[in-house]
T-cell receptor, first 116, second 113 residues
Framework: AQSVSQHNHHVILSEAASLELGCNYS??????LFWYVQYPGQHLQLLLKYFSGDPLVKGIKGFEAEFIKSKFSFNLRKPSVQWSDTAEYFC??????????????FGTGTRLTIIP | NAGVTQTPKFQVLKTGQSMTLQCAQDMNHNSMYWYRQDPGMGLRLIYY???????DKGEVPNGYNVSRLNKREFSLRLESAAPSQTSVYFC????????????FGSGTRLTVV
C-alpha cells in the first residue's frame, strides 16, 4: 500500500516569505497527486492536482507544485505568502491500478502559520 | 451547488449512546468515503463505498458501520459510542474511485463524554 510523508509538521513564516512544503510518497507505479488546504474550522478544499504531463502544476491562489518522479516527491510552493494562507495543508496520493478500489492516502498534514 | 452535505455539524454523545451521521452528495458521484480527522494523525479512512451497493472497510473501521442507501447517500453509524471516537468526521465523494480527487463535506465535530 502507498504511504505519504509530510516532513514539516508546523511551519511559521512572515508575510511575503517564500514557501515550500515537502511531500514524499512510496509507490513505484502510476500515481495521481493532490494538495488540499484546510482553513481553520473548514473542510478540505482542492488546491491543485497532477495526473500526467508537465510536472509543474499551478493551482489556485498562486500555489504550484512540482512532481519529481525520481524522488517520489510532490512539493508545494508559493513565491510570496499572505496572512490568509494560514491553514493546514495535506498532500494526498492515489495509486492507479487495474484492480479498482483505489483510495486516496493522505499525509498527516503541515500546519502553516503566517505572521503579519 | 450544495456538493457534499453532512448533518449534524456538532454532536455531543454520552458513552454507549448510538447515532448516525448523514452524508449526501448531489454531483452524481459514484464513490463515497468516511474519514476521521484527529490532531497529528491526518485523515484516516473509516469506510468507503466504491459504487452504489458496495461498502468496504478502510483503515479504522472498528466501532462503526455504514450504509450506502442509494447513489446520493452514505451514512455512518456509531452503535455504542466511546470517548476514543471523539473526532471530526468528514464525508467525501468522487466521480471515478478517487482518481480525480475528492470533494469533502463540511464535517461533523463529535464529542463523546
Amino acid at each position: 500500500a502507498q504511504s505519504v510523508s509530510q516532513h514539516n509538521h508546523h511551519v511559521i513564516l512572515s508575510e511575503a516569505a517564500s514557501l515550500e512544503l515537502g511531500c514524499n510518497y512510496s509507490y513505484g507505479g502510476t500515481v495521481n497527486l493532490f494538495w488540499y488546504v484546510q482553513y481553520p474550522g473548514q473542510h478540505l478544499q482542492l488546491l491543485l492536482k497532477y495526473f500526467s504531463g508537465d510536472p509543474l502544476v499551478k493551482g489556485i491562489k498562486g500555489f504550484e507544485a512540482e512532481f519529481i518522479k525520481s524522488k517520489f516527491s510532490f512539493n508545494l510552493r508559493k513565491p510570496s505568502v499572505q496572512w490568509s494562507d494560514t491553514a493546514e495543508y495535506f498532500c494526498a496520493v492515489i495509486a492507479i491500478s487495474n484492480f479498482g478500489n483505489e483510495k486516496l492516502t493522505f499525509g498527516t498534514g503541515t500546519r502553516l502559520t503566517i505572521i503579519p | 451547488n450544495a456538493g457534499v452535505t453532512q448533518t449534524p455539524k456538532f454532536q455531543v454523545l454520552k458513552t454507549g449512546q448510538s447515532m448516525t451521521l448523514q452524508c449526501a452528495q448531489d454531483m452524481n458521484h459514484n464513490s463515497m468515503y468516511w474519514y476521521r480527522q484527529d490532531p497529528g494523525m491526518g485523515l484516516r479512512l473509516i469506510y468507503y463505498s466504491a459504487s452504489e451497493g458496495t461498502t468496504d472497510k478502510g483503515e479504522v473501521p472498528n466501532g462503526y458501520n455504514v450504509s450506502r442507501l442509494n447513489k446520493r447517500e452514505f451514512s455512518l453509524r456509531l452503535e455504542s459510542a466511546a470517548p476514543s471516537q471523539t473526532s471530526v468526521y468528514f464525508c467525501a465523494s468522487s466521480l471515478d474511485r478517487g482518481r480525480d480527487g475528492y470533494t469533502f463535506g463540511s464535517g461533523t465535530r463529535l464529542t463523546v463524554v
